[in-house]
């Protein structure tokens, strides 16, 4: 694809452009204009390698409020609002997208009216036969309506979930009386029900729990209180606890150097918390889950090994997304509701770190998770 000097790159297009209003459409370029400007419910556009926009559909004038004349030669930045631009979010974005060949686009963007619209979509490096970076392409759609229906639906199940909160505690303050009076009275049958009930409660609590985070999380108020901590100590701890709440598993913890790590250590000790609970819960009883700490030069790296289900290529994915349980789970009878690994990668990537899976159906699994280090 020739270079994207303003003319000679966009008069070709331009070109192409009345070829298809005259309806010839021979050329290569002019089959592919007519598809491009099929898709007038997206807005489809090229920059050159600085970000100088080279092409523009029909779906874009639609969307942003401009012409292809006004716009090609311009620098892409025009449809970013100030605040990114002040954040040097376009140039940012398009050596993303230039290092991991596609960067998801999901921000406000702003029209030549300066009214802003919710655009989701992905930008692509252009290269062309010799694979020699080109510029890029652009592809997005105004979800706008969705984006709001999202947040009201968040809004609502942070206020339904506060509302549960005072009959919860409530009825466990009402439990705690009964379980009193059924163990004076010696009730046998009285105090099993009330210990169910607990049980029912606990895990009401850890529902709501979780709901309250993923709210937290989606209106970008999961706040940390960042701490060092020794690694090895903090990962015994978290151990035996869940030893505590599960004696099935062989539990083992493969020692490293002696590290720091500056996280918030409630935070991360519920992701680990998790993570062990996961490895137990989708492993046979009797098995081993391993918990490993190492660090390179950057990171702290905490892996969990089990030797369990498994989990496909397919849904190693899709599990870090909320409310997403993988076939086996469903299958198998495993009481769950998909928020756990959401909310963890949430909390890890809130400190800049990563988390990733390496799985083998039958084989098994191991979780990692890395959190930057930081000196004193
Ligand atoms: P939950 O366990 O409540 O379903 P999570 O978000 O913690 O929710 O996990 C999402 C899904 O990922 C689970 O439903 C399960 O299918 C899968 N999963 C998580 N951890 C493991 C594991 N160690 N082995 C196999 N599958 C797992």
């Given amino acids: 694809?020739?270079?994207?000097?303003?003319?000679?790159?966009?008069?070709?297009?331009?070109?192409?452009?009345?070829?298809?209003?005259?309806?010839?459409?021979?050329?290569?370029?002019?089959?592919?204009?007519?598809?491009?400007?099929?898709?007038?419910?997206?807005?489809?556009?090229?920059?050159?390698?600085?970000?100088?926009?080279?092409?523009?559909?029909?779906?874009?004038?639609?969307?942003?409020?401009?012409?292809?004349?006004?716009v090609i030669?311009?620098?892409?930045?025009?449809?970013?609002?100030?605040?990114?631009?002040?954040?040097?979010?376009?140039?940012?974005?398009?050596?993303?997208?230039?290092?991991?060949?596609?960067?998801?686009?999901?921000?406000?963007?702003?029209?030549?009216?300066?009214?802003?619209?919710?655009?989701?979509?992905?930008?692509?490096?252009?290269?062309?036969?010799?694979?020699?970076?080109?510029?890029?392409?652009?592809?997005?759609?105004?979800r706008t309506e969705e984006k709001a229906f999202d947040k009201r639906k968040d809004d609502f199940i942070s206020t339904a979930t506060h509302e549960l909160k005072t009959p919860v505690m409530s009825i466990r303050l009402f439990a705690e009386i009964v379980e009193q009076q059924t163990k004076k009275m010696g009730d046998k049958i009285g105090l099993e029900s009330v210990r169910e009930l607990n049980i029912q409660l606990d895990r009401l609590t850890a529902l709501m729990n979780y709901l309250l985070d993923v709210a937290k999380i989606q209106q970008g108020k999961l706040k940390l209180e960042k701490t060092f901590f020794d690694v090895s100590v903090f990962i015994h701890e978290v151990i035996t606890v869940v030893k505590g709440i599960s004696t099935g598993h062989i539990i083992r913890f493969t020692k490293s150097t002696p590290k720091e790590m500056y996280a918030d250590r409630e935070r991360i000790s519920q992701v680990l918390t998790n993570l062990v609970s996961n490895a137990i819960k989708y492993s046979e009883k009797g098995t081993k889950v391993i918990v490993k700490s190492t660090h390179d030069k950057k990171n702290i790296i905490i892996s969990i090994q089990d030797f369990g289900f498994g989990i496909p290529k397919s849904e190693q994915k899709l599990i870090f997304s909320r409310f997403y349980r993988a076939n086996s789970a469903i299958e198998n009878n495993i009481s769950g509701i998909g928020l756990g690994l959401y909310v963890a990668i949430q909390i890890v990537k809130a400190h800049h770190g990563k988390m990733w899976v390496k799985s083998a159906v039958g084989k098994g699994s191991t979780f990692y998770f890395s959190i930057p280090i930081k000196t004193k």
Avoid: C
């Fill in 1 to 70: 694809m020739p270079q994207s000097k303003k003319g000679k790159y966009s008069s070709r297009l331009s070109n192409t452009r009345k070829q298809g209003t005259h309806g010839s459409f021979r050329t290569h370029e002019g089959f592919y204009r007519m598809m491009i400007e099929s898709l007038d419910g997206q807005s489809i556009f090229t920059t050159d390698k600085g970000g100088v926009i080279s092409s523009w559909n029909s779906g874009s004038e639609k969307l942003f409020g401009y012409k292809e004349k006004e």
């Fill in 73 to 142: 030669g311009k620098n892409v930045s025009l449809i970013f609002t100030p605040e990114d631009i002040k954040k040097n979010i376009p140039k940012k974005e398009l050596k993303e997208a230039k290092k991991k060949d596609k960067v998801v686009e999901e921000r406000n963007h702003i029209r030549k009216n300066g009214s802003l619209f919710w655009a989701s979509g992905l930008i692509y490096p252009l290269r062309d036969e010799k694979k020699v970076h080109r510029g890029f392409t652009f592809i997005l759609i105004n």
